[in-house]
């Protein structure tokens, strides 16, 4: 009878664990705080946004905003009720139009083309 040895596979990973968990972490990629492409990311990010402030590009994003924010507030927002109106009017609306557009596609292209026309030209060739 062969014997296997599934124990042994489970206490080898346990013991390394030990070992390495009383032993200070040198050498290993983690070793930092923050990683060297979190760092040069940065650091490229920082050289960007000075040179975009000497430029005057903050400032004009920074008028941008304050300006569109300006213009927001003098907008009339709907309240729920009207929202409400507008949507099942909007949902009508898609509703029409999609059964416009099946009922012209099924009589144009089915029943005009293909039945009568197609017949109509594939008839009077054939005769």
Do not use: H
């Amino acid at each position: 009878m062969e014997e296997t040895n599934s124990n042994s596979g489970a206490v080898q990973p346990t013991a390394a664990v030990e070992q390495s968990a009383g032993q200070p972490d040198t050498g290993s990629a983690m070793g930092s705080p923050l990683p060297l492409d979190w760092i040069i990311g940065g650091v490229v990010l920082l050289v960007i946004l000075v040179i975009a402030k000497k430029l005057g590009w903050l400032d004009r994003i920074r008028v941008f905003f304050l300006q569109t924010r300006e213009e927001l507030l003098k907008c009339s927002w709907p309240n729920r009720e009207e929202l409400r109106g507008s949507t099942w009017m909007v949902l009508t609306a898609v509703a029409m139009l999609g059964t416009f557009t099946f009922l012209a596609d099924w009589l144009l292209g089915g029943l005009l083309i293909q039945d009568f026309l197609l017949k109509w030209l594939g008839g009077g060739g054939a005769g």
